[in-house]
């Protein structure tokens, strides 16, 4: 009697399991080729969904609390959950520490340069937007007003240029938007304050859509000049339905580094 009970629970779960997979492919929008539709106007940097205020205070962007200038996590003894310690070498984690200690004034985005990878997809305070087709997906970044054009099933060119963004190539591995990318220049911050990288970076995303609302974003980075191991980062990736991307202007927005170094040793505070 108990093996006929325990039969009928183990079909009944089976059973149950794969009406609720069957429920949650059903609330992904999807293309006229069955996959996943991306499309759409999209706000990152939260490690828990839906958590803005998290996302707007720096966690989503690399810092380890709500200041969004927070350092790049160092150590698994502070790392909030969700997150993985970065593992720079000793004198890259020596020479991270020295931004923050600058509280970020070499930041290059205060030389209105653009944010990079995967900086600009997890930042919590702008939007991107995604447009998808068969061939090619085009993401759009408000922040800095740069773009990425991810061909599908393409290989990188070999005459690369390095580049801020550096040369995007797409597949897809079942629902799974994956995006390898290379070519970069050495000139941005990864995920926060001073996290800095070398020309030989190379970077996977993996873009999944589990319902209406939310991707969920991973990103391993590997550097071998300035990492021990491969940095890998889980966010989410909210959909802001009835939102448009807005005119960024740089300048309007920024204040002379130079002058704002001068500012900080004089203890004057400023809002950036």
């Known amino acids: ?4 009970l325990s039969f009928l629970i183990t079909i009944a779960l089976v059973f149950y399991s794969a009406v609720a997979f069957a429920q949650t492919k059903s609330t992904v929008p999807r293309g006229p080729d069955g996959k996943p539709d991306l499309t759409g106007v999209w706000q990152g940097g939260s490690t828990i969904r839906g958590s803005w205020d998290e996302a707007n205070g720096g966690l989503g962007v690399g810092g380890s609390g709500r200041n969004p200038n927070a350092p790049a996590i160092l150590s698994s003894n502070d790392r909030p959950a969700g997150r993985e310690a970065a593992p720079y070498q000793e ?3 020596k020479k991270v ?3 923050f200690n600058k509280r970020g004034i070499d930041d290059p985005t205060a030389f209105c340069l653009p944010g990079g990878i995967p900086r600009a997809v997890m930042l919590g305070l702008y939007p991107q937007k995604i447009v998808q087709t068969p061939k090619e997906i085009v993401i759009l970044y408000e922040y800095m007003n740069v ?3 991810i061909p599908l099933n393409a290989k990188h060119p070999e005459d690369l ?3 801020y963004l550096g040369d995007s190539v797409g597949h897809w591995e079942g629902d799974t938007l994956v995006v390898d990318v ?3 220049n050495d000139k941005t911050w990864l995920a926060g304050t001073g996290t800095f ?3 030989d970076l190379h970077i996977t995303e993996r873009y999944t859509r589990v319902d209406k609302d ?3 974003y991973e990103v391993t980075m590997v550097d071998p000049k300035v990492f021990t191991k491969p940095w890998t980062l889980h966010s989410t990736i909210m959909l802001r339905e009835g939102t448009r991307l807005q005119e960024y202007i740089c300048a309007e927005n920024n204040i002379d580094p130079a002058r704002y170094e001068e500012l900080l040793k004089q203890g004057i505070k400023i809002s950036r």
């Open 1 to 4: 009697m108990m093996r006929v």
């Open 91 to 93: 004198w890259a984690a």
């Open 97 to 99: 520490m020295e931004s």
């Open 147 to 149: 773009f990425r054009i």
């Open 161 to 163: 240029l390095p580049s």
């Open 182 to 184: 290379t070519g970069f």
């Open 197 to 199: 990288h070398s020309e």
């Open 214 to 216: 939310q991707i969920n």
